[in-house]
């Protein structure tokens, strides 16, 4: 079985756009694949095909949207208000139940058919919010449970999984896309590209880490206004 081909869960996001450099760093062929989920902002997806066209790679959309009818989460709905930090006793309400569990479940079978058997995601422990999808033991758990269902030899790759958001702008930095990283990706919970609204979780999480970053260069260079 040939190891030089790989699947990257792209959403246009910081993450997962790092994490399709570090794909094309690491593999000959690399490919992406992308949901709509009924997430609330319909712009993340042309983000993401226009990443994917700048970097030369294969774009495929697939429809799940029926995650947004059987859960209820504030990046699906937009009556609810959205958590501003996680709950003590409680997942934010930005967590969408199965949501990676869908996306890689999808993902595995999209990449079988195409003869692909290492599948790239941008999920981290580290700055994992309270998303149980997002810890080590659950990419683990399915990897195998994959392998099983399909009997299949697949390897789920996850360059972010130890790290904190000062060190995945830092392997954006050293990857050569820190500038498209920060102005062509979409974190922001809120719809707004690049340096997003400021003040949403994703956000402040993501600005923090770029702020820790850059005062470790001593480069101001990059900061916002």
């Not at 794909?23 to 993401?48: D, S």
């Not at 099983?148 to 958001?165: C, G, N, R, S, Y």
């Not at 400021?198 to 005062?215: I, M, Q, T």
Request: aromatic share 10%; hydrophobic share 35%.
């Amino acid at each position: 079985m040939e190891r030089n081909k790989a699947l990257v869960v792209f959403s246009g996001g910081q993450d997962s756009t790092t994490c399709l450099f570090w794909a094309l760093e690491n593999f000959k062929e690399v490919h992406t694949i992308t949901f709509t989920y009924g997430q609330r902002h319909g712009i993340e997806v042309e983000m993401a095909r226009k990443i994917a066209e700048k970097a030369g790679v294969d774009f495929h959309l697939t429809d799940i949207a029926a995650i947004a009818s059987i859960g209820r989460n504030s990046l699906t709905d937009s009556s609810i208000e959205m958590d501003q930090k996680k709950p003590a006793d409680s997942f934010p309400n930005t967590f969408v139940p199965g949501r990676n569990l869908f996306f890689i479940s999808i993902a595995a079978v999209y990449a079988r058919e195409k003869g692909i058997y290492d599948i790239v995601t941008g999920v981290s422990q580290t700055d994992f919010s309270g998303y149980p999808d997002c810890r080590d033991s659950f990419i683990r758990s399915l990897n195998v449970t994959l392998n099983l269902a399909m009997d299949e030899q697949f390897v789920i790759h996850t360059p972010l999984m130890w790290i904190d958001k000062a060190q995945t702008w830092a392997l954006a930095d050293r990857l050569g896309v820190l500038e498209l990283v920060r102005k062509e990706t979409l974190t922001c919970y809120n719809g707004i590209p690049g340096d997003g609204c400021g003040h949403c979780p994703a956000c402040r999480l993501r600005n923090e880490g770029l702020r820790k970053y850059l005062e470790g260069q001593g480069d101001s260079s990059l900061r916002s206004e």
